[in-house]
C-alpha cells in the first residue's frame, strides 16, 4: 500500500513518497489510536466522495452503452480466481478492528457490530465501483488498464475528475496502510507477550497507551521493504499470506465448541476451501515465496518448541 501512495502521488520517486508515507503514518499511529481513528474517518469520506463521483459520472455517460456488450467477453474462470486472490489483500481489512480489541470502549459489543456493517458497506462500495467501470471500458479494456478508475471517469468525457481520482486514490492507499501498520504492530504485540516474538515489543507507552517499540519496529521494517520491493510482487506475496492466514482462521472456527460461538459447520468449511482455492490460484511466484516464507516460519518455530521442550 506504502508503494501504492507513491504510484499516486509521485511515480518517479514512488520508493521514496513509499517511506515517507510509512514513516508519516507510524507517527500518526504513535500518537494513540484516537488520533488514528480521526485520521480513518477523513479518509473515509475523502474516499467515499470520490467514489460516488467515479460511479455516477460512468454510469452516467453514453461511454456506458457503446461498453455493454463487451462485459466478460475476455474473462476466464481461472481469470477470475487469480483477480480475486490478487485483490484479497485489499479486501481483508475489515478483520483488523478485532486487533483493537484492547483499545475500544465495550469490545465484546463494538466489534462484532463493526466488523458486520464494514464488510457490508464494503461489498456494496465494491460491487457499485465494478459495475460502473466495467459498463464504461468493458472487460478488455478494463483488463489492459493501469489506472482504470482514471481511465473510466476519462472516457466518460468527465475529464476534470482524473486528478480527483488521483488524490482519492493515494488518499485510499494512505487510509489503508494506517490500517496496516495499526493492525500489524497489535499482532506483533501479542506475539511479543507469547513470547514468539522479544518480549520487549510488548510494551505499552504510559502516555500514549500504544505499543510504542512495536509500532517503531514495524515502521522500519515496513520502510526499508517499501524502499527496495517490487508493488506487483508485493501484492502477490501479500496476497497468498493473508489467504493462508484467513484459511487457518477458517480451520480454528471449526474446532470452536457451541458454547463458544461456533458457526454453523459449513461456513468455515466454505471459507477454508474457497482461501485454499484463491491463494492457489495466484502467480505461481507469489505461492512459491509464501509457501517459503512459511515453512521458514514453521521450522523456526518447531526448533524452538523442541529447545522448550528440553529445558523443562
Not at 53 to 58: D, E, H, L, Q, Y
Not at 171 to 196: C, E, F, P, Y
Not at 242 to 263: H, K, M
Not at 300 to 305: C, F, I, K, L, T
Request: aromatic residues 6%.
Amino acid at each position: 500500500m506504502a508503494l501504492t501512495v507513491g504510484s499516486y502521488v509521485w511515480p518517479d520517486q514512488a520508493h521514496a513518497v513509499a517511506v515517507a508515507a510509512v514513516v508519516a503514518l507510524t507517527a500518526v499511529n504513535y500518537g494513540g489510536v484516537q488520533k488514528s481513528a480521526w485520521f480513518t474517518r477523513a479518509v473515509v469520506a475523502v474516499v467515499l466522495a470520490v467514489l460516488v463521483a467515479v460511479v455516477v459520472a460512468a454510469l452516467s455517460s453514453s461511454a456506458a452503452d457503446a461498453a455493454r456488450l463487451d462485459i466478460g467477453d475476455d474473462a476466464t474462470f481461472a481469470g477470475v480466481l487469480q483477480a480475486a486472490g490478487l485483490l484479497f489483500f485489499a479486501f481483508a481489512g475489515y478483520a483488523r478492528i478485532a486487533t483493537l480489541g484492547e483499545e475500544v470502549r465495550d469490545p465484546a459489543r463494538t466489534i462484532p457490530r463493526a466488523i458486520p456493517l464494514a464488510l457490508g458497506i464494503t461489498l456494496v462500495v465494491y460491487a457499485a465501483v465494478a459495475v460502473a467501470v466495467l459498463m464504461v471500458l468493458g472487460s478488455g479494456a478494463l483488463a489492459d488498464a493501469a489506472a482504470p478508475l482514471s481511465d473510466a471517469v476519462r472516457a466518460s468525457g468527465a475529464d476534470w475528475l482524473v486528478p480527483v481520482v488521483r488524490v482519492g486514490a493515494a488518499v485510499a492507499a494512505l487510509g489503508s496502510l494506517l490500517a496496516l501498520i495499526l493492525g500489524v504492530s497489535r499482532t506483533t504485540l501479542a506475539m511479543a507477550r507469547d513470547r514468539h516474538l522479544p518480549h520487549a515489543l510488548a510494551a505499552v507507552h504510559p502516555r500514549f497507551k500504544v505499543p510504542h517499540r512495536a509500532e517503531l519496529v514495524v515502521g522500519v521494517v515496513v520502510a526499508v521493504i517499501a524502499a527496495t520491493a517490487d508493488v506487483r510482487g508485493a501484492i502477490g506475496f501479500s496476497s497468498f499470506g493473508v489467504l493462508v492466514y484467513y484459511a487457518i482462521a477458517n480451520a480454528s472456527a471449526w474446532t470452536l465448541s457451541p458454547d463458544e460461538g461456533r458457526p454453523a459447520r459449513i461456513i468455515p468449511a466454505l471459507g477454508l476451501t474457497g482461501c485454499l482455492v484463491l491463494a492457489f490460484a495466484l502467480p505461481a511466484t507469489a505461492v512459491i515465496a509464501g509457501a517459503a516464507v512459511l515453512a521458514l516460519g514453521a521450522a523456526v518455530y518447531g526448533v524452538r518448541r523442541a529447545v522448550a521442550a528440553r529445558k523443562s
